[in-house]
């Protein structure tokens, strides 16, 4: 467990950690003039003009900064875990249900819609972990409700991922740095662990435990696997290495909320 006189430290990085995460998708819709898979897929054709994904963008950079930075944590996240809950359930599951073929039937082609649960899941996580008062005003009454869901978004979103590695193991097992031996066995090893993580987070078996050691988990991932194939390979598919980079950042971050979440933070004993 995390000691009480770290949380504030750890609320901190859980911050910095998401909203640096944010900000790098942001600025990817400055880069090419089209909105992330994550946050908006190519539908509907309306959407898909460079000044909205500009506009956008601009905000999720706003979002970060303000996140990051300790401002207005507890308004700005509410806003923007509405934000991407609307996206997810306006936008990307109507297109994967009834526009995107055969969808339904491939957990894959989920995973941007599952990525933006988690993301939202996170900006209501961030919202918990405010230490700033709650504002009066029914609507975000009502957007605090959503706040210990938040998890449960994000636990999910890892318990599929986790699947996805039993049911496309062979794509999977490209991921893994070629010089670990063995690639089939991490594979599976860890798609075991974001499986068990997944679960013990909604059945609250040893929740914070888990949290923090799943942060340390998908930092080292950030570290050992994202970020070399995003030096490998910066441009391919318009920057999705990098997009990737961004993600296990903030997903680390939202671990590591999800592991101080609920706690009284106290301060640092006298010396």
Known sequence: MIPPYLHPACIKTARIF???????????????????????PAWP??????????LIGAAIIAAGTFILLGRSTKTISLLLGSFL????????????????PNSPAHLGLWTDPLKEMALAGGAFIMAGISSEPSRKHTFFTILEKL????KFFFSITLLLFGIDHFFYTEFVATLVPAWVPDHTFWTYLSGVALIGIGTAIILKIRRRRIALLTSIMLFLWLVLLHIPRAIADPYGAKGNEITSVFEALAFSGIA????????????PPVP
């Open 85 to 100: 809950l609307f996206c997810l359930v306006v936008i990307q599951c109507p297109y994967l249900l009834f526009i995107q």
């Open 18 to 40: 998401y909203g640096i995460g944010l900000m790098g998708l942001g600025i990817q819709h400055f880069i090419y003039g089209e909105f992330r898979p994550v946050i908006i």
């Open 45 to 54: 054709l309306w959407m898909q003009t460079p000044i909205l994904a500009y």
């Open 256 to 267: 590591l909320g999800i592991a101080v979440i609920g706690k009284n933070v106290k301060k």
């Open 147 to 150: 706040v210990p869901i938040g």
